[in-house]
């Protein structure tokens, strides 16, 4: 597609839930990150694919969090037993010029919010 | 790691006004640096970035400075609209992680 494609747009969930949140990058683009975005504050940096290479996770909050990202194209970010404290915007990013940090396309996100 | 700091969180500015939004990081080993501009509902766009190899870059209305030294860099925007309210994000990048950290986001909001 033209875009980093985002789905759902918005999530309402019961506390205790597992979610799945789905990100489609651009067609091309080798790699590919997630970042959660807070209610009035910064994106927090979660994990980042690139490749073939092991995943840079050391941004995922607690193992309640994990991702995947199949054939090197789509991602999946899971998040077990979910808390109220995980509300929040889960954006995702993919970049044609990995490990160097240029051309960094956003999706519109995914508005996760916990009951 | 890396951490960014950036300031002022909200800023408001007359039509027609400049407003400059500034931000220092930690990781003298940064060598990327670029300005996010985020819309109600939407996800962060890339409106101009600047590599450590320059101290200043302009793009029509909106310039970046930086310096090394200090390990800061800055966000100009002359003769301010309306349409540039909005929520703006520097980051910072270091080429052996590829990570891209953001500062905490400044609201501009650009009175007609």
């Known amino acids: 597609g033209a875009g980093v494609s985002q789905s759902p747009s918005n999530k309402v969930t019961e506390k205790g839930k597992d979610v799945e949140l789905r990100c489609d990058p651009i067609?091309?683009?080798?790699?590919l990150y997630w970042y959660r975005q807070s209610l009035g504050q910064g994106l927090e940096f979660l994990i980042y694919?690139?490749?073939?290479?092991?995943?840079?996770k050391s941004g995922l909050p607690s193992d309640r969090f994990s991702a995947e990202r199949t054939g090197g194209s789509v991602s999946t970010l899971t998040i077990q037993r979910t808390q109220q404290e995980d509300s929040a915007v889960y954006l995702c990013a993919s970049s044609s010029r990995p490990g160097q940090g240029y051309g960094y396309t956003f999706g519109s996100g995914t508005r996760l919010t916990v009951v | 790691g890396e951490n960014v700091e950036q300031h002022p969180s909200t800023l408001s500015v007359q039509e027609g006004d400049s407003a400059v939004i500034k931000c220092t990081y930690s990781d003298s080993a940064s060598n990327y640096f670029p300005w996010y501009k985020q819309e109600l509902g939407k996800g962060p766009q890339l409106i101009i970035d600047?590599?450590?190899?320059?101290g200043e870059k302009k793009d029509q209305r909106i310039a970046v400075t930086l310096n090394k030294t200090a390990k800061h860099f800055s966000l100009h925007i002359t003769e301010t609209q309306p349409e540039d309210s909005a929520v703006y994000f520097c980051?910072?990048?270091?080429?052996?992680?590829?990570?891209?950290?953001f500062g905490q986001g400044t609201t501009l909001q650009v009175k007609p």
């Open positions: 067609s091309g683009h080798t790699a």
């Open positions: 694919f690139q490749g073939n290479s092991a995943p840079d």
């Open positions: 600047i590599r450590s190899n320059v």
């Open positions: 980051a910072a990048v270091t080429s052996n992680t590829g990570k891209l950290i």
